[in-house]
């Protein structure tokens, strides 16, 4: 079994940078496609990145589209989520998400639903 936790978030002024990091444990997660969600106060859970089990793929929310970056780290239990340029609208409790599969389609790195595996979460806090 699998578990997931994220670390990196804080408080930054806005348009400072934060990198997040998802570590994975049990098994690797080199082979999941995952992503990171988001959660702000009051707001449902959305769509923030997503990568494929190779990395050869990625998927961007619109709204961070062009400022964030996801990616897999060398050693094989890691991704990442870099963060620049950031906004007050960015401040959330983000998760890391994965899912032991090697069937997802593009519909699917972008649902909540389609991940089984989720993170604790790391708040992160921009400041205006």
């Known amino acids: 079994q699998v578990q997931v936790a994220e670390s990196g978030g804080g408080l930054v002024q806005a348009g400072g940078s934060l990198r997040l990091s998802c570590v994975g444990s049990g098994r690797t997660i080199s082979t999941y496609p995952m992503g990171w969600f988001r959660q702000a106060p009051g707001k449902e859970r959305e769509f923030v990145a997503a990568i494929s089990w190779a990395g050869g793929s990625t998927y961007y929310a619109d709204s961070v589209k062009g400022r964030f970056t996801i990616s897999k780290g060398t050693a094989k239990n890691t991704m990442y989520l870099q963060m620049n340029s950031l906004k007050p609208d960015d401040t959330a409790v983000y998760y890391c998400?994965?899912?032991?599969?090697?069937?997802?389609?593009?519909?699917?790195?972008?649902?909540?639903?389609?991940?089984?595996?989720w993170g604790q979460g790391t708040q992160v806090t921009v400041s205006s």
């Open positions: 998400a994965a899912k032991n599969t090697a069937y997802f389609t593009p519909s699917d790195f972008v649902n909540e639903r389609s991940y089984d595996t």
